[in-house]
């Protein structure tokens, strides 16, 4: 499965409430990657009511799938975290882990990530976490949520993870994570963290190939308490090493050049962002290409009116989409490496820009403004 340049979200847990929160950023679900136990082929099928792992499922079937990186048809090449992750097939489902919260009522921040599968079968479906009170049997907390379309069906863009989070304040109790999925869903990395808020985060992380270099952009919002990020670089997208710092003086943009020696045709990046207590995340991992494929570049990118297109490869399709994945501009283009197009009259905000020469696709996002 070919993979491409794009931008991804993600946020990050730290503390922002004017008390000491000592906990924050530990998790209390058990097994939150899937990794155990592992799965010796790509899939395993799993159907109805089971317990697998800590975790238990209704509905699906669900397949635990392990690529390591190998070209799968039926989703993401790689889990967010680790090597294995969660999949459900021809119809929606519950995936559930119960926990606790004892002592005093405490702010709980939960979430985590999701994909999607091939277009073939295809049914439009909403992605969710809820909290489940299991005193009461009732819905206390919903994170934010995402419509999942055919558009996240195609080969690359089932290459992206979605983080969707929320937060909330729990009394002593005992409660469910339940991680709600539709037909052709992907779920890996879910987190429920006690007495810690979502606060800050990235709103943006891309990167693109230039000149033999691999560039980073990202965005993030105020903080008054980070420190720096560490930017990492992988061969295999499992074993990163440090190639720099970036820290952070305030400002919302960054960038960063990887001018170290490119190691491999595909290169994967991560950020680790450091508050100034010393606790730390990781964010989305992005994966930039050297050769083959498009080298598309977006520029400006946030855009307000004018939004340049370069690295076309002649005759073409390019569309773009909103995050609901409702298209919103389709224009052939005919001998082209380079088209300018007019996105003035589009409402700020993400959106995905397509482009295809009818034997490859390559996807990127870019910010309306």
């Known amino acids: 499965m070919r993979k491409f340049t794009t931008l991804f979200l993600f946020v990050s847990i730290f503390s922002t409430a004017q008390q000491t929160i000592a906990q924050c950023g530990s998790n209390v679900l058990t097994n939150a990657d899937f ?9 395993n099928n799993l159907t109805g009511l089971f317990s697998w792992g800590g975790w238990t499922m209704t509905g699906g079937p669900f ?40 002592g005093v009522t405490l702010p709980v921040a939960f ?15 909403t992605a969710s976490i809820d909290i489940i009170d299991l005193g009461s049997s009732t819905v206390v907390s ?3 949520t995402r419509l999942f379309t055919i558009a996240d069906g195609a080969v690359p863009a089932q290459e992206i993870w979605y983080y969707l989070s929320g937060n909330t304040t729990l009394p002593p109790g005992n409660y469910r994570f339940q991680v709600n999925m539709g037909n052709y869903g992907n779920f890996d990395a879910a987190i429920v963290s006690l007495n810690c808020l979502l606060a800050t985060r990235i709103t943006s992380f891309s990167g693109r190939h230039s000149n033999g270099n691999s560039i980073l952009n990202w965005k993030c919002e105020p903080s008054n308490d980070m420190s720096h990020f560490e930017i990492e670089r992988s061969a295999d997208g499992i074993n990163f090493k440090k190639i720099g710092t970036e820290v952070f003086s305030g400002s919302l943009q960054h960038e960063f050049a990887d001018n170290s020696g490119l190691v491999s045709d595909k290169n994967y990046y991560r950020l680790k962002m450091v508050d ?19 080298v598309l570049e977006l520029s400006p990118n946030p855009v307000q009116n004018l939004l340049r297109i370069n690295g076309l490869k002649g005759n073409g399709q390019i ?24 996105v003035s009259k589009l409402n700020k905000g993400l959106y995905v820009m397509e482009y295809s020469d009818g034997v490859q696709t390559e996807v990127q996002k870019f910010n309306k403004q």
């Open 319 to 342: 569309s773009i989409f909103d995050m609901s994945g409702r298209r919103v501009f389709n224009q052939s283009v005919a001998m082209a490496q380079t088209v300018v197009l007019d």
């Open 35 to 43: 990794e155990s136990p592992v799965q010796p082929a790509i899939g």
């Open 276 to 294: 100034k207590s010393g606790k730390f995340t990781y964010s989305t991992i992005i994966i930039i290409k050297t050769k083959g494929n498009f």
């Open 111 to 125: 979430g985590g990530y999701f994909s999607s599968r091939e277009q073939s079968g295809y049914t439009n479906w």
């Open 63 to 102: 397949n635990v799938i392990r690529t390591n990186g190998s070209a799968y048809v039926g989703g993401p090449d790689n889990a967010q975290n680790g090597t294995q992750y969660i999949d459900i097939t021809s119809a929606g489902g519950t995936l559930y882990q119960d926990f606790t919260v004892t």
């Open 142 to 144: 919903t994170s934010s």
